[in-house]
């Protein structure tokens, strides 16, 4: 009886660790530090946080915009940020960078 529960138990914790929510917690990000990286090389464009007075005139939306996007998902950042656009540099951020950025802007959402 008692190697039938540990083997249930066993084999509980491994479908925890494989589901979906277990790695999407280890997949997420810093919101601090996105949020620095942010200020960085963002803000040229847009405004990042409440604190930022103005962007530029370059008609890009504001992060808590973004954040309040329906469509705005952990998911679609990530393509998003991986994929070329016109008036977008190519900052080639690396996947943990996309996860932090990606952590901030989702921390916006109310």
């Given at each position: 009886m008692y190697a039938y529960a540990l083997r249930?138990?066993?084999?509980?914790?491994?479908l925890l660790a494989a589901s979906p929510t277990s790695?999407?917690?280890?997949?997420?990000?810093?919101?601090q530090a996105g949020h620095a990286m942010a200020q960085k090389w963002c803000t040229n464009c847009h405004i990042v946080d409440s604190g930022q007075k103005r962007g530029t005139s370059t008609?890009?939306?504001?992060?808590?915009?973004?954040?309040?996007?329906?469509t705005t998902t952990e998911m679609g950042l990530h393509v998003f940020l991986q994929t070329p656009h016109d008036r977008m540099p190519d900052l080639h951020?690396?996947?943990?960078?996309?996860?932090?950025?990606?952590?901030?802007?989702?921390?916006l959402k109310r």
């Open positions: 249930a138990g066993l084999v509980l914790t491994a790695r999407a917690a280890a997949l997420a990000g810093d919101p008609g890009a939306p504001t992060f808590d915009a973004i954040a309040q996007m329906k951020l690396t996947r943990n960078e996309i996860d932090d950025v990606s952590a901030y802007i989702l921390s």
